[in-house]
C-alpha cells in the first residue's frame, strides 16, 4: 500500500521534480518506508512507499526493460503469482518479485483488458512512452483511492486531494453542489468530490490520457442476476470463496494481521486468517471506555476462540475531539458521524504494535444484506401493502428496539417510514435516511441554501442509475444503492482507506473479493435476508467454524459518543474557534444564528438529539475541512530527493 | 380559542419547540395550526423527545395508541391533548 501522483503535460519539456517532491510529501504518511521519482519528457511520477510485497526489490517508479513504459502503483494483485506465470510463459522477463512488475508486462501483454485478470484492490498510473498516454485505473469497488484535476490540458493525480494541491497548480475552492450531495448522501456522489475540478476515478473504470484529453471508460459493472432458487451447493461455494479469498489476502512479505470487532464478519475473516497464517495472528480491536459502548467481553472471546493475540484500544471521551481536526485532514470531506474516529484509534494501535497489513470485515453487510437498512425496506414494503394494518406497522418497533423503548415512537415513528416516499420511487430503499440526513440542510446560511437551490441531488441520481437497475428486486435495487452511494465514496474512504493510510496500515477485505460478490449477487435475495434474519446463509455456513454464540448472534447496531465529547470541560480549544460567529461567517456555509443556538445547547448538554448531533458533526467538520483546504495555503514542505529509493530522470541514468 | 389554563400550557410548550427545534428554522414562523412533523419542526424521533418532556412537564403520560397525529401533530392538538388528560382524575 502506498501514495501516488503524478502530472502529465501535452506540451514537450521534462517535467520537473520539485512539484512530485511536494506531491509525495503531502503523501509520506502513506508510505513511509520509502519514495521514488519518474521525470519524464510530459510525464512525472511520484511514489510513497509501505513495503509489503518484494520488501527488497519493489521500489517504484517501475519501468519496463526499454524504459517505455513506468508506472507507479498503489494497491495489490493478490494474484500476482499466477498472472506472472502466465505472462512468462508468453516470453516476458521479470527483474521483481513485485506485484508492481505484474501490472507492467501486464499492461504490455493486455492493455486495458489486464484489469479483468486482476483480483485485487488498486489504483495506478502507467505512462507508455510510445503514445504519450498516461493509464488511469482503480479497482472495482473503490478500495483504493485516485483523485484527478484538469487545468489547461494538463493533468495531475494523486492518492489524495491533498497532494493535488500540494503541486501548487491545482487551486482549492468549495464545490457547494457537491457539498450538497455530501448533506444527502453522506458523500459527494463519486466522481464528485467537495472540492470544485477535482474528481476521482469512479470505482471499475479507467481513463486514458492523450494530448491533454482524458477518455474514462467502465469495464465492470455491479450486476445482480439473481437466481429464484438456492444451488445444492451453494453453501460449499461459499466455503471455498471464503477461503481462498482470505488465502489469497494473506500474500504479503509482512505479517498480516486482522481486525477483529467481536461481530460475525471480522470473526469470520479472523477465524480463517488464524487458521492459515505462518505466523501467530494478531488481531486489534477499538471499544470505548463508556460501559454503553464496550464491545471488549466478545472481542476477547474471540480472540481467544481462535488463539490470537489480541489488542484493545480503548478510547474515552476526550479522543474523538482530540483527534477530529486530523480525521477531517485524512478524509478530505465533510463528515457526519464520529465513526472514522475509532477507525484512526484501531489504525494507530495497530500500526504501534509493528502491523502495516490488517484483514477487515466491510462489504458483508453490503453483500449479504446485513444492515437493519434491508430489512427496513422489507418492513416498509410489507405495510405499504396494507397500509391500514397497525399490526404490519409495529414490526418498525421491532427493527429499531434500541431507539425506543416499546413503541415510545408511536404512529410517528412509524408514518417517518412509511411516508418516506412511494413504492414506485428506485430510491425507495434509501429516502428515510436520506430524509434523516437532509435535515441538516436547515442550518445553511441564506447564501448557501440559495447557491444550492437549483441543485436536485436525488433527481441526478435516479437519471444516471444503470438500465439494469430497473430489473432487479427491491432488496438488490437497495444493496446496488448501498454499493455505490455509501460503500466506496464513505465506508471505503472516510473510515477505511484514509484513517488506516494515516498511520500507514493497509486493510485488506475478503468480501470484497470481486468473485464472492458476484456470487452473492446471484443468490436469491432470501437467502442473504429470511424474514428479519441478515445474512442467513453466511451465518449457516460460518457455524463450521465459529462458537454459535457468535455465528447466531444479531447485528450490533455501532454507536459511539458523539456531541458531548466535543463539550467536555478540557475539550481542545479549536472546537470554539471553528464554531464561533466569526469563523462560521466567514465560511458562509451554516447560519451562524442556527449555530450559536446548536452550540449553546451542546454547551448545555441538551442537543441529545439524532438531528443535532448529525449537525454539529456536518457544521464542525465541514469548517475544519474548509479552514484546512480552502483558507490555508498548501503545504510547501517538499522531500529530500537525494534521499529518494528511486529516481529515474530522462536522459539520465536511473539512480538507486 | 384557548382557556386561560390552555393558554399556560401552550406558553410553555411554544417555548419548549423554540428552544428545542425553531432555533434551527431562523427564518420559519410556527403557526398553531401547521403540522410539525410536516413543517419539519419535528421529525419523529424529536416527537419521543417532546413527549418525554410534556410527560415530565405536565404530569401526564401517554399511553402507545395515544401517541398519534390527532393528539401531537400540531401546537393546537398538543395544548389539547395535554388540558384533557390532566382533567382526568386518576382514580
Redesign the interface.
Known sequence: MCGIAGIARPDPGVVALEPLGRMAAAIRHRGPDGYGFYAGSHVGFAHTRLSIVDVAGGAQPLTNEDGQIVITFNGEVYNHPELRRELEARGHQFRTRSDTEVLVHGYEEWGAQMLQRLNGQFAFAIHDARNRTVFLARDRFGVRPLFYAQIDRNLYFASEVKALFASSEVPASVDPAALDEVFTFWAARPPRTGFAGIRCLEPGTYGIWQDGALRLHRYYQLNYPETPLESKDAVEQLDDLMRTGVGLRMRADVPVGAYLSGGLDSSITSSLAAAVTPHQLRTFSITFSDPRFDESEFQLAMAGEIGSVHAIASIGQNAIADSFRDIVWHAETPLLRTAPAPMFHLAKLTKASGIKVVLTGEGADELFLGYDLFKEVSVRRFCLRRPESALRQRLFDRLYPYLFDQGRGGEFWRRFFLDAGPLSDPLFSHLPRILLTSRIKDFYSPEFAAAVANNDPLGALRAELPEQFFGWSPLNQAAYLEMTLLLSPYLLSSQGDRMAMAHGVEGRFPFLDHRLFEYAAALPTGSRLRGLKEKEILRRWARRILPSRISGRGKQPYRAPDAPSFFAPNAPAYIADMLSSDAIQRVGIWSARAVAGLVRRCRSGQAISFRENQALLGVLSTQLWHHQFIQSAPSAQTLDLSAADMVIQEGVPAAV | MYTKHESLIREKIRGYLD??FL?????FVLDDDDRL?ER?VV???????M?TFIEDEFGVKAA??????AN?GTLRAIVRFVASKQSIVPA
Open positions: 428552544e428545542n432555533y434551527m428554522m431562523p427564518n412533523l419539519g421529525d419523529s424521533m424529536g416527537i419521543v423527545e413527549l402507545d395508541d395515544e401517541i398519534s397525529e401531537l
